[in-house]
Nanobody
């Protein structure tokens, strides 16, 4: 079983940048893709971005396309989310997750398709 731990959250001004990290440990071979989701208070968990682990194909929610970049460092078993031009509607708890398959974007946008989740890291925006 893989374990995931996020880091890098914090308080940043609108328009600023943050880089989130997600360190994976344990049995990582059972995952074919990884993703980032976010959840604001009182709202459902929403897809942010995903990356497949063989071809490094990336997918993004429309709300973050052009501002966020998902990437991974296989040697470090670490997933990243570079967030630029942060907006007032970006604050949330950000979660990384691992999926057993990497069929397509439709599949990877579904939170139920991920088998392992990290505890999350809080991102707060000050106006």
């Amino acid at each position: 079983q893989v374990q995931l731990v996020e880091s890098g959250g914090g308080l940043v001004h609108a328009g600023g940048s943050l880089r989130l990290s997600c360190a994976a440990s344990g049995r990582t071979s059972g995952s074919m893709a990884m993703g980032w989701f976010r959840q604001a208070p009182g709202k459902d968990r929403k897809f942010v971005a995903a990356i497949t682990l063989i071809r490094s194909t990336t997918y993004y929610a429309d709300s973050v396309k052009g501002r966020f970049t998902i990437s991974r460092d296989n040697a470090r078993n670490t997933l990243y989310l570079q967030m630029n031009s942060l907006k007032p509607d970006d604050p949330a708890v950000y979660f990384c997750a691992a999926a057993p398959f990497a069929w397509d974007m439709s599949y990877l946008t579904g939170a139920d398709n991920y088998h392992t989740w990290g505890p999350g890291t809080q991102v707060t925006i000050s106006s």
